[in-house]
């Protein structure tokens, strides 16, 4: 049999953990002495495109040793590369199909593994469905990822507790650095999040170790008004020195076309930046006094310094778990993440659903989890993020440095 791997979308500390799943599961079925059917793993460069160019790597020609295989299990990013690509309606036009069919079946490939986030399950489930239709048996799985956290079907994300556990520990930096004056400040925190505030809302995980701030939290699931923030934040003042707001990138201001660029990607997904900024000049011509903002941006997907163990962990399982469902003959399916709400202790099993269910579909921030003024989390958001940040990930140094694992070039075929 043979397998190709490839990574789609945006970056996180998790991807390559969940490639590294996949192999590590292909070539342990290999090795059983029943098993007579050797298990090839091929990686894709650069996703749907790259398959189309036919730019593959075979794993097991680089990933020689354990030490290559853990490196680069904790390498964050894309190893593989990505894309951004969305395959036409098969109705419409469906000659790119047969041209991802023609190149599957070139190279023998049984299985391909596409590791992204809901419109990479839009490829997963278009691309299934119509080789499907072809009468093969060519399977499609997707494996789940996305530092937002807005996949519907799972409890969460691989990759979004390594984003979460950054950004959580760098706004608690932010809070010792803010803290150091006696001139009363604001600092407004920009995350990342276009539809769904799960990234903002986990900064409220620095009360779980005793720290009041952020004192505001700002998500796109909630009505915001400029009028009610500058109200909030003078509040806020009255009680605390140095106020910290965390605001979602995607929250939605009539005034939003003044500061974003207008442009967006190849899903229509607008690049959303600025509203940091533009709070940052409210304040300081409403409250006029000592105010700055920071865009976290790109910083929280791929921060593996400060990656989450359990985050890794649960990336290698939904690779692993989709080898057996390969294995069991499923196609245009998506590996879920389930948590054992009936348990004491925090355990998560792997599942299933159709890739369509999840595709180009948000999940969003529970309603009952933002407090009724619209600039806070409850308790709820604590408990349900702190298990998804447990454990260190030590990285391999060097001269000091994080060292990572990068494919060479003249193995692509």
């Known amino acids: 049999m043979r397998f190709a791997v ?57 990933l020689t040793s354990e030490e ?36 599957l079946q070139k190279h023998a490939i049984d299985v ?13 489930a278009k691309l299934s ?13 997707g494996v789940p990822k996305t530092i937002d956290n807005d996949l519907i079907g799972t409890d969460h994300t691989p990759g979004f507790g390594s984003a979460a556990k950054y950004v959580a ?34 900064t409220c995980l620095l009360r779980a170790n005793g720290e009041e701030a952020p004192h505001l939290i700002y998500l796109p699931e909630h009505e915001f008004s400029t009028v009610q923030f500058i109200h909030d934040v003078q509040r806020k003042m009255e009680s605390h020195r140095s106020v910290i707001c965390a605001v979602s990138e995607g929250i939605v201001m009539p005034q939003s076309e003044s500061y974003r660029s207008g442009a967006s990607d190849a899903f229509g997904h607008a690049y959303l930046s600025g509203i940091g900024k533009h709070l940052e000049q409210l304040v300081r011509q409403e409250i006029g006094c000592k105010v700055r903002s920071i865009e976290l941006n790109v910083m929280q997907r791929c921060a593996a310094h400060l990656a989450s163990a359990t985050d890794l962990d649960e990336a290698e399982a939904a690779g692993r778990y989709a080898v057996e469902l390969a294995m069991e003959g499923k196609s245009g399916c998506m590996v879920t993440l389930q948590r054992d709400a009936g348990s004491p202790q925090y355990r998560v099993t792997c599942s299933h659903i ?26 709820e958001a604590v408990e349900y993020f702190l298990p998804l940040i447990q454990g260190e990930v030590l990285p391999t140094m060097r001269n000091g440095m994080p060292v990572h694992f990068r494919f060479a070039s003249n193995l692509c075929w």
């Open 169 to 202: 520990m760098t706004m608690q930096e932010v809070v010792r650095d803010s803290s150091v004056y006696r001139v009363p400040s604001v600092t407004i925190c920009e995350i990342m999040g276009r539809d769904a505030g799960w990234l903002t809302a986990s």
């Open 68 to 103: 290559a295989v853990d490196l680069l299990r904790k390498t964050p990013s894309t190893a593989l590369g990505s894309c951004r690509f969305r395959l036409p309606v098969a109705e419409q036009d469906d000659s790119l199909y047969g041209k991802i069919f023609r190149v």
């Open 112 to 124: 391909l593994f596409y590791i992204g986030g809901n419109d990479s399950m839009d490829t997963v």
């Open 6 to 62: 490839a990574q789609s979308g945006g970056p996180t500390c998790a991807i390559n953990a969940s490639l590294v799943g996949i192999y590590k599961a292909a070539t342990e079925m290999s090795n059983k002495v029943h098993n007579h059917t050797p298990i090839s793993v091929l990686g894709v460069h650069n996703g749907i495109q790259g398959l189309m160019d036919e730019r593959f790597v075979d794993l097991s020609q680089v």
């Open 354 to 379: 159709a890739a369509a269910s999840a595709a180009n579909v948000t999940r969003t921030f529970p309603a009952t989890w933002i407090n009724e003024e619209g600039n806070d989390v409850t308790d």
């Open 129 to 141: 469905a119509w080789i499907a239709q072809q009468g093969s048996d060519i399977r499609i799985i």
